[in-house]
C-alpha cells in the first residue's frame, strides 16, 4: 500500500466516523469534532486523488466537502464570544 493509499484511507474512516457519531447521536453534526474530522478525511482523500489517482468528480465531491466543513468551522469561529 502506497502512503497516498493510506492517507486516503485514512480520511474514508475519519469522515465515516464523524458520519457514524452523528447518525448515533453520539457527535454534534455541528460541532468542531465533526467538522474537523470531515475536513481534515477530505484533505486527506483529496491527497490522494491529486497525488496518484486523479478523478474529476471524486476530486469535486471531496472539494466541496473540504469547503462545506471548513465553512462551519470559520462560522463557529467568528460566533465565538470574545
Do not use: H, Q
Not at 454534534?28 to 468528480?57: E, H, M, R, T, Y
Amino acid at each position: 500500500m502506497s502512503w497516498t493509499d493510506a492517507a486516503g484511507l485514512a480520511g474514508v474512516l475519519m469522515i465515516l466516523a464523524a458520519y457514524a457519531g452523528a447518525a448515533l447521536g453520539r457527535l454534534d453534526p455541528k460541532g468542531v469534532w465533526s467538522l474537523l474530522a470531515n475536513f481534515v478525511g477530505a484533505c486527506l482523500i483529496l491527497v490522494s486523488l491529486l497525488v496518484a489517482d486523479f478523478n474529476l468528480s471524486s476530486t469535486v465531491m471531496e472539494g466541496s466537502w473540504a469547503l462545506v466543513a471548513l465553512a462551519g468551522l470559520v462560522r463557529r469561529a467568528i460566533r465565538r464570544p470574545g
